[in-house]
Structures are given as structure tokens and as C-alpha cells.
């Protein structure tokens, strides 16, 4: 039971029933759709890019609590990110969950209390389900750039 | 394994699954999801490894005595799945590697040659992934088409729906016996009845049937009966394609290799007789030998005392999870078997899944390779609780606790 409430902290729980920046974005600059074949958990993210920064993250789908407050804190932590700082909050929060440390991971902050996932291996993938499309969506974005 | 009164003697049974002795998390083992895979007792995990130490070679075509052991104990297992299944002869019985590997053998063996461009199966809704995926392969290969009956709410067959589908295009009809994600018991007597008036063969997925009903291929006229050893309290990596003789000897060979030919040259090769002609390769010896155990330890117990025991937890988890204002039960079909699949009100069912495990307490939670059935009911997956022989009203009362715990933790 106690490794219950190590890995269903209040903070996961809360954002799980009440996540924030949910639902379609109208418009948005990118846009990617993730899911986890393994359980059909599905995921919408979209993106606003304006001047290299992340000016607003949405997203939308069906997932655990863990997929959905993971989810959740992620769009809260990437909101006013350049895109280099967004790639290495993503690169950092990877290396974490799967124990990995490499010498420029960025601190966690907030996002640390969804380390307690690591301890379920087959749950990792539920904490990083939103973060593998949210690095989708961006890359769309680039190559639009780059494309130009 | 009945006491003086007659009656199911449930804990006598459990003593003979040796898993039951360990704990998961400090709480003595709960396992609610034989529906995937039974536990096995103790006569089949010695018998198999008794096999091992004493009596273990290849089987057939051998002259010395550990071969001619291994072939007898091989072959006789395969008398035990026919006397299970009441078939008619030995050559109807076909060791594969499970359920799946059997419809795919029926698809490729059976209705490959015989389709034609527009040609129709016709499966069902709540069919298992391994149900539907070999017919549409199938049916990519001749132009066929696959043809599904609908369910209605309550997790039922539209059987009107069934009888409007059943056409003079439809060359085989292949139905779950009991369903994998609802529990649903289908009516395969009167499928099987109104699909030969018609002609028509039928394929009955039995993975979840053998364990749970008798079953008797001769009495339900039935063409093709699959299931696996691992649900049947047998080992895993061996299954049955029961198939009428006449239906077999006019099939080509699934797979080519060892054992199903009579002689080779590359002139020519002359297959093997019924039922060798499809186990190509050296077959799972120990496999079918713990299955064929499996088998005379269910009847020990009895098939039917096995099904009025699990029905009575069946329907008492229905009462107990229902009474739960934020518990839904996905199928609530008139006759159930074996589990009871649900989901609660905001928690999703791998949250419950994980949360259950920490009390000790194995359930499913997914899709249960019925992807169909889930968008049926538009959700995503349940958290199924599935029984065996072994499974008692404590284990459900455990589980309900622990469900209220989730909600409590979730809400």
C-alpha cells in the first residue's frame, strides 16, 4: 500500500481528476497523435510556437492516471520553453525514468514526483506517452521550418 | 473433489496448485485472471517433469525404448483430448501450438482453397483478436469478405441479425464459444443448427469454453473446436484443432516438415495419414503430455461440478461489484461464464490493475485482444476478473474490498 501512494502521490491524483490545458487547441502551429498499442491509452497533443518558444501546449485522449497527469504536468512544465529547453526537459525526464544520467539532463522540478513510475516497468511508457508526441508535434514543426 | 455431502470441496482442489503457497506483495497470492492462463496443478507439473527425467526422447519412428515411451505417453494424451471432446477418433484431434495456431490452420488448410472472390465468413463482434485476424488474412488472399454479426447492449448476439447475414455466399461461420471479454456463453447449438441447414460449416473457438463447459463435438455436430492447454490448467505452446474427419482428409497439408509425410522424394512427397499430416516438425511432446494430465485431473473433479462452481462466483462477483454505485459490469448477458469484466467511474483500468496488484490480488485489465468488443461498448478496456476450479467467494470478497480501496483512493 505504501508504494501505492509513493507511485499515486496527491499531486498525480489531483492532476489526474483535474488536468490542466485539456482539449483540442483551435489552430495550432503542430500537432501529433500518440498511442500506446499495449493498452489503447491515445493521446492528442498541440502545440503553439511563436519566436522558437512554446507558447501554449493542449492535449486531449483516453489514458491512466498515470498517462493523464503525466500529461498534464507536462504541458504546465513546457509552456514558455524555447525549444531547446523543451527538448531537454523531455531528453532529462526520459533519462530519469529510465535510470539513465547524462551530464546536461536539466533538473526535474515538479515533474520528479511521477519518478515513482520507474519502480513499474510497465507502466514507464504510460508517464511517457504524452512527452514521445509532444517530441512529435515539435519535430512536425521544424521541418515545416526547415522545408521553407 | 467433493466432501462427504457431495459438495464442492473448493479447498481441497486449490491444495493441489502448489502456486497458491506464495505471497505477492505480503498477502497471500488472490489469482483472478485464469481467463489468461490457468494455474497448474500438481500432477501436471510433475507429470511433465517426471517426463523430463524419465521418459524423454522424440516420439515416433523411434526403436528404442525411451522413444517408444515418449510416442506411447504423446499418443496418449491425444486419446485423452479425444475422449474429452467426445470426438469420434483420433484422427480428428490435431496437436498445435494453441487456439490461434488452430484457426489459422483452418483458414489457410480448409477455407483458402475452397474461397472465391466475393465468397463470405461470417464471425461475430465479441470475437478474440485470434478470431478475426486469420480470416481477414484470409480473405485478403481470395477476395473474400468477412461478415460480422453485431451484439446488442447487453453483450448478447443479434441472433436476427445472424440468420439475415447467414447467406448462400457464406462459406464457413466461426463464433466464440464463450467470450474472453464479456463471459458471454453463446448459443453455438443453434448457430451450428440453422449454419448446416444451410450447408455451411462452423468453426467453434473454444479457448475459454473447454475450461469452463463440457464439451461434446458429436452432440453439437460441431466442424472445427479449438482451444489451448494453457487455460485447461496444462502447460502453454499446445492446443487442439478438433476437425470432423471428412472435413480433414480433403485438407492440404497447413505446414511441411517432419512427421506429416509417408515417404519423400523430390519427384514427390506422399503425406502422412490423419491426424499426423498436420503436426509438421517434432510436435510439443511434454506439452501434450501435461495437457493430456491437465485433462484427467479436470475430470477428476468434474466439468460440471467445475461449471456450477465458478457460475455460483460468477454471479456472486455480479452481485458484490454491482452493489458499487461507481462499478459498471461490461457484459450482462442472460448466460455468463468464467469472469466478470468491469470498469469504475473515472479510473481508468490499469490504474486498477496496478492498484489491485499491490494487494495481492491478479486481474486483467485491457482490451483482452477484443478490440471490437471494446469500441462496441466505447470504452477503452475493462478490469476483468476471471475463476478457475480453484478460485473461492473469499478471493472475491478480497477483490471487491480492493475495489472499494480504488475508488476511495481515485474518487
Known amino acids: 500500500m505504501d508504494g501505492m501512494r509513493e507511485l499515486y502521490q496527491q499531486v498525480i491524483l489531483d492532476h489526474n481528476k483535474n488536468p490542466r490545458n485539456y482539449g483540442a487547441m483551435e489552430n495550432p502551429d503542430s500537432f501529433a497523435h500518440g498511442n500506446n498499442p499495449l493498452c489503447g491509452d491515445t493521446i492528442d497533443v498541440f502545440l503553439r510556437i511563436g519566436n522558437g518558444i512554446v507558447e501554449a501546449v493542449q492535449f486531449e485522449g483516453a489514458g491512466c492516471a498515470i498517462c493523464t497527469s503525466s500529461a498534464s504536468m507536462m504541458t504546465e512544465a513546457l509552456t514558455g520553453k524555447s525549444e531547446a529547453e523543451a527538448e531537454a526537459l523531455f531528453k532529462s525526464f526520459h533519462h530519469a525514468l529510465t535510470d539513465v544520467a547524462e551530464p546536461d539532463d536539466v533538473p526535474l522540478g515538479k515533474l520528479a514526483v511521477l519518478l515513482g513510475v520507474k519502480d513499474y516497468p510497465v507502466r514507464v511508457k504510460c508517464a511517457t506517452l504524452a512527452w514521445h508526441t509532444f517530441e512529435a508535434a515539435l519535430k512536425r514543426v521544424k521541418n515545416d521550418v526547415s522545408t521553407e | 473433489m467433493s466432501d462427504s455431502q457431495g459438495t464442492y470441496d473448493v479447498e481441497a482442489v486449490r491444495s493441489r496448485f502448489p502456486i497458491f503457497s506464495r505471497e505477492v506483495h505480503g498477502k497471500p497470492l488472490c489469482y483472478l485472471d485464469s481467463g489468461a492462463s490457468a494455474q497448474q496443478p500438481d500432477v501436471v507439473i510433475d507429470t511433465v517433469s517426471q517426463l523430463h527425467s524419465d521418459q524423454y526422447s522424440n516420439v515416433h519412428r523411434g526403436v528404442h525404448t525411451l522413444s517408444m515411451e515418449s510416442t506411447q505417453l504423446y499418443d496418449g494424451a491425444r486419446e485423452k483430448v479425444r475422449a474429452y471432446l467426445n470426438a469420434n477418433s483420433l484422427k480428428e484431434i490435431i496437436f498445435t501450438r494453441g487456439a490461434t495456431e488452430s484457426v489459422n490452420l483452418v483458414a489457410q488448410s480448409y477455407a483458402r482453397p475452397k474461397l472465391q472472390a466475393g465468397d463470405e465468413i461470417l464471425i461475430t463482434h465479441m470475437e478474440h483478436h485470434s478470431n478475426i485476424v486469420p480470416w481477414q488474412l484470409v480473405c485478403e488472399q481470395t477476395g473474400a469478405v468477412l461478415k460480422v454479426v453485431p451484439i446488442n447492449d447487453r453483450g448478447e448476439l443479434e441472433m436476427d441479425a445472424f440468420y439475415e447475414l447467414l447467406s448462400e455466399r457464406t462459406k464457413l461461420v466461426g463464433l466464440v464459444h464463450i467470450s474472453n471479454a464479456l463471459g458471454t456463453v453463446n448459443p453455438i447449438e443453434e448457430v451450428i443448427e440453422s449454419a448446416h441447414a444451410k450447408g455451411i460449416p462452423v468453426l467453434v473457438d473454444g479457448a475459454q469454453g473447454a475450461p469452463h463447459a463440457p464439451v461434446d463435438v458429436q452432440a453439437l455436430d460441431v466442424d472445427f473446436y479449438v482451444f489451448s492447454g494453457h487455460k485447461l490448467y496444462g502447460p502453454t505452446g499446445i492446443g487442439v484443432l478438433y476437425g470432423k474427419e471428412s472435413l480433414l482428409e480433403a485438407m492440404p497439408p497447413y505446414q511441411g516438415g517432419g512427421d506429416m509425410i509417408l515417404s519423400v522424394r523430390f519427384e514427390g512427397t506422399e503425406y502422412n495419414t490423419l491426424p499426423y499430416r498436420f503436426e509438421a516438425g ?130
Open chain 2, 282 to 411: 517434432t510436435p510439443n511432446i511434454s506439452g501434450a503430455v501435461g495437457l493430456g494430465r491437465a485433462i484427467d485431473f479436470v475430470n477428476e473433479i468434474g466439468i460440471e461440478a467445475i461449471a456450477v462452481h465458478e457460475d455460483a462466483l460468477v454471479a456472486y462477483a455480479t452481485e458484490q461489484l454491482s452493489a458499487i454505485e461507481e462499478v459498471t459490469i461490461i457484459g450482462t448477458a442472460e448466460h455468463r461464464a468464467g469472469l466478470v469484466s468491469f470498469v469504475i467511474e473515472g479510473v481508468h483500468p490499469h490504474d486498477i490493475g496496478t492498484m489491485l496488484d499491490s494487494y495481492g490480488i491478479a486481474i486483467r485489465a485491457g482490451h483482452h485482444c477484443a478490440q471490437p468488443v471494446m469500441e462496441r461498448f466505447g470504452i477503452a478496456a475493462t478490469a476483468r476478473a476471471s475463476f478457475g476450479m480453484y478460485s473461492t467467494r473469499e478471493e472475491v470478497d478480497r477483490l471487491v474490498d480492493a475495489v472499494k480501496k480504488v475508488i476511495g483512493m481515485f474518487a
